[in-house]
């Protein structure tokens, strides 16, 4: 069946996805983007007559009411994302990552859902010998953590939600981002042929941005068993450290060099493994691998950087 969606941030890296992916299978789909970033991402989209976009801010409350009164789904995304841009920017991250979504919630009616990606960097430093679950001790070690955490916990008090805390992401994306880590290495590995490494046994869990999109048509399709709850969602064979990660890399890219630096310390503490065995009960589990979005990368970011150049 048809329905109506409203994605806000419809335009960055998450959300010209699966703004993408919801057009093509034919719902009614709007856009709320301020285009802080980029005016292409949607350019693809603007033939297609079940697109609408709106280019305003998220903070501008009645433009998103009245927007809210036309969908069965809000997904918002519109987001400051990662911690170096939230501590540049503490008031705005604030406002768009916590006191947006307290508005949404606010205003939202009940027999409407919401679909809400936050992160598990929440989960901060866990333990060494076990895996962070949904039921782990939130502790962010930055803003953007908190915040998205705040918001986690006020979306789940509207009963029509899912929550899904999202494992670093990586892939192409129709708004691409090589500040992503993943996607960051891969694009040092081209450039220079050098990577070095601080703290090289810090772990992190990764997800595909295709997995991701599948996820949120997977909680569509399949909302009544998903409502209500919080979800890591992260591909499970993907628990790695950065040293593995680079390994993986230099396995593509042969005369790449690994450098460790024990000397200095990285600024991002974040220290985990992940469990995504809740929403794999579910039905669902992330396959893209990271060897796969690895050689994907490796095909796309040169072509990328020419077209940019050449523009």
Known sequence: MKKNFLITGGAGYLGSMLTSKLVYLGHEVYVLDSLLFSKEPLFHLFSYPNFHFVHSDVRDKKILKKLMSKVDYILPLAALVGAPVCEKNKKTAIEVNFKNIEFIVKNIKKNQRIIYPTTNSGYGVGEKSKYCTEESPLRPVSLY???????????????????????????????????????????????KKSIKLFEPHFRRNFVHIKDVVNAFIFSIDNFQKLKGEVYNLGLS????????????????????????????????????????????????SAKTSLDEGIIELINILPSLKKIKNNY
């Open 237 to 284: 064979n993907a628990n790695i450290s950065k040293l593995a990660l680079v390994k993986k890399i230099k396995k593509h890219v042969k005369d790449l060099e690994i450098i460790v630096d024990l000397t200095r310390s990285d600024p991002d503490k974040r220290d985990y493994f992940v469990s995504n065995r809740k929403i794999e009960k579910k039905g669902f």
């Open 145 to 191: 953590g908190v915040t998205k955490n705040d918001a986690e916990k006020i979306i789940l008090t509207h009963p029509n939600s899912i929550c899904f805390r999202l494992a670093t992401v990586f892939g192409y994306s129709h708004r691409m981002r090589t500040d992503l880590l993943v996607n960051n290495l891969v694009d040092l590995a081209l450039k």
